[in-house]
């Protein structure tokens, strides 16, 4: 067997080439395949073209090869494994091409080129792959968990909304229940009190009730206030109101206990101004900061409060030589019922209604309210802010009028 | 996800009786282009492609139900139930061959005939029966799996389409073919070579055409004639022809000889 002389190229090159006929009867081979499966040319011609193949590789020709040329008369770059004479396989990247010979029979050309490394190739392709899918698996599985737990926080939120909901709700008709019965006590009290009874027990008796009745009423009224802010069902009846005023009435309505207390209430004036606001609720704020400020002082202590114009903003200040807090309970101070886990607060007859309302009414007004303390022991101070209202020219008060000509 | 989905199942052709196409190892649906459409101006037919392969949602591969070939019987039942499909003829390549005569031996009323295109009940050589391999053999063509995924995967893809002037279906398909993860065709590889149901083969009572090409590696003649021995109303015809797919090599004599099996058989 000998190549043409005009096709002697092909026979030196540095590929496997090899003819077959239609049914893989090997035709010819070149030196250089023959070379590489260890046989002589001459052997070549004795072989079917799956004797040169491993099992693997007649297996994919079989399954994929021969369809392929069959249907498109050629393939390309397709991995093959050749069988040497030893057994051992060799690695080829085949390419064949169908045609015919001289006579017009079938035959197909193959080429074949050493691909000793496509396996690595394969290899580190498919790891790449895997690592890239793994990387994507992971991210999902990480968004996956963090949507999960969006969704329950979100349940949670859900949740937690109601419970407040239902809270909010048992509170008010809790208040407006206690209120009920204490009208009737309330008048009982003072019908007793109009029968002049000089009995110094009976006097003592209705003292006590009648602090206690005043007391729980108050409670009871904060308790409602604080159901109609958190449902919105507060209504102000604005209007224009001094600072100044506000701040008095606030101050005689807080002096009984302060009296009583043997506690000095020094009040500190600054420059008046008018807002826009209810009175009654803002000197029920003020009170309740005052009262507050009187439960927290011990006997003969002290507390001021000063008021003064800052810009746009009409700020009090109260303060007093009392306990004071602790930094860490500063922020929570004014969350509502945050004084009920503390004994000793619940001791001193708060339930954590009172700066929960000063809030509430502060904010319906459009203000705001901090609390300060240098430290348990140091006292505390409280800082109330409400925007002036936009009162023409005009209409300002004496007090206005004095404060614009002085700056 | 429903099986028809799943499973990338392709309902065409009409008639009262159903013939479904079930592909051999390595390959998709595709692999029926040239014979599945001879058939569809008698019968309905389907194609899809088995778990794990083409298509197919490669999440639904569970080791543990393919593991072996009643895992895909199974599910060409419940293909079958899912299309509501009267009675039917199953055309099985390769280690579907298996699979259709598994999916008969479990519902043989459902079934009035099957097609089994080189089949092989064992491929292992036993004693006195000749599969074609030895363990050898198989060894290393389970290793040739591990060194040519991608010739595997995506040689045949562009070409078995026939879309030259569809470049991006060509596309489309390689990719598909490229995502078949090659952990699950070594699995599907080992399932496959390693099987034995040579002892199912006797309670086969659905007749049975076995089309062998003359010249086959993977299941030589040896396998064709113990199977058509051993299984009950069986027919062995061979076909001249080079290779393990005459389904597209030889698609016409494959044709006429599918076609008058079950002409005889009334169907």
């Known amino acids: ?49 799956a004797q040169l193949l491993t099992v693997g590789g007649r297996l994919f020709h079989q399954t994929h090869l021969a369809p392929l040329l069959q249907m498109q008369g050629s393939v ?35 080429a074949f080129m050493v691909a000793a490394d496509r396996r690595k190739y394969e290899q580190e392709l498919l790891g790449a792959r895997q690592r890239a899918e793994a990387a994507l698996e992971e991210r999902r599985a990480a968004l996956e968990s963090l949507r999960q737990k969006e969704l329950e926080l979100r349940k949670a939120n859900e949740q937690l909304k109601l419970i407040d909901l239902r809270k909010d709700e048992f509170l008010a008709v809790l208040a407006h229940e206690l209120r009920n019965p204490l009208t009737p006590m309330r008048s009982g009290l003072d019908l007793l009190a109009m029968r002049n009874n000089q009995d110094p027990v009976v006097q003592r008796v209705l003292g006590v009730f009648d602090r206690q009745v005043a007391l729980m009423s108050r409670l009871v009224e ?51 101004c008018t807002l826009d606001g209810d009175p009654v609720r803002l000197t029920q704020m003020l009170v309740n900061l005052l009262n507050n400020a009187s439960k927290y002082t011990h006997a003969g202590g002290s507390a001021w409060i000063r008021f003064e114009r800052q810009e746009n903003e009409a700020v009090i200040t109260i303060r007093d030589t009392g306990i004071g807090l602790e930094p860490e309970r500063l922020s929570e101070v004014f969350t509502l019922f945050s004084q009920v886990d503390s004994a000793t607060e619940r001791a001193q007859g708060g339930i954590g209604i009172g700066l929960g309302l000063v809030k509430g009414i502060v904010e319906l007004h459009g203000g705001a309210v901090s609390a300060h303390s240098a430290g348990l022991g140091h006292g505390s101070e409280f800082v109330v802010r409400l925007p002036v209202a936009a009162t023409p020219p005009g209409a300002l008060t004496p007090a206005e009028r004095s404060t614009q000509s002085a700056g | 996800m429903n099986i028809l989905q799943r499973n990338n199942v392709t309902v065409s052709g009409s008639g009262p009786v159903t013939m479904i196409f079930a592909h051999g190892f390595g390959c998709d649906q595709n692999m029926w282009r040239l014979l599945a459409p001879c058939f569809a101006e008698r019968f309905t037919t389907v194609t899809f492609d088995l778990t794990g392969s083409g298509r197919s949602d490669l999440s639904a591969y569970d080791r543990a139900r393919y593991d072996r070939l009643e895992g895909h019987a199974s599910d060409v039942l419940a293909i079958l139930d899912a299309i509501d499909a009267g009675p039917a003829v199953i055309v099985g390549h390769s280690v579907s061959a298996m699979v259709g005569l598994l999916a008969a031996i479990e519902q043989p009323r459902r079934f009035l005939a099957q097609v089994m295109v080189g089949p092989s009940a064992c491929y292992l050589n036993d004693g006195e029966y000749l599969g074609g391999f030895s363990k050898a053999d198989i060894d290393e063509l389970l290793d040739t799996m591990d060194m040519n995924y991608l010739g595997w995967s995506s040689a045949m893809a562009p070409t078995i389409m026939g879309a030259p002037d569809r470049p991006a279906l060509a596309e489309e398909l390689t990719n598909s073919f490229c995502r078949t993860d090659p952990e699950i065709a070594k699995h599907f590889a080992r399932v496959t070579f390693t099987s034995d149901y040579r002892s199912v083969l006797p309670r086969s009572q659905v007749p049975a055409l076995i089309l062998q090409c003359s010249d086959d590696i993977i299941a030589p003649l040896t396998v064709g004639q113990y199977m058509h021995r051993t299984m009950p109303m069986s027919e062995l015809k061979i076909i001249d022809n080079v290779g393990h797919c005459p389904h597209l090599s030889a698609p016409s004599a494959s044709f006429d000889a599918i076609d008058s099996f079950l002409k005889r058989l009334g169907v």
């Open chain 1, 1 to 49: 067997m000998g190549p043409p002389a005009d096709q002697s190229w092909q026979w030196e090159a540095p590929c496997g080439m090899l003819i077959t006929d239609a049914r893989g009867k090997v035709l010819r081979a070149n030196a250089t395949l023959s070379r590489w499966l260890g046989y002589a040319e001459s052997e070549m011609a004795q072989f079917q073209l």
């Open chain 1, 76 to 110: 390309a770059e397709v991995q093959l494994q050749l069988r040497h004479r030893d057994g051992q396989a060799l690695p080829v990247l085949a390419a064949i091409e169908r045609g015919a010979d001289a006579e017009g029979n079938r035959v197909d050309h193959h």
């Open chain 1, 222 to 272: 904060d308790l409602m206030d604080v159901s109609r802010i958190g449902k919105g069902k507060l209504q102000l009846k604005r209007e224009p109101v001094l600072v100044s005023m506000l701040v008095r009435h606030a101050v005689e309505l807080a002096t009984p206990l302060f009296s009583k207390a043997s506690q000095t209430l020094h009040v500190a004036a600054g420059a008046d």
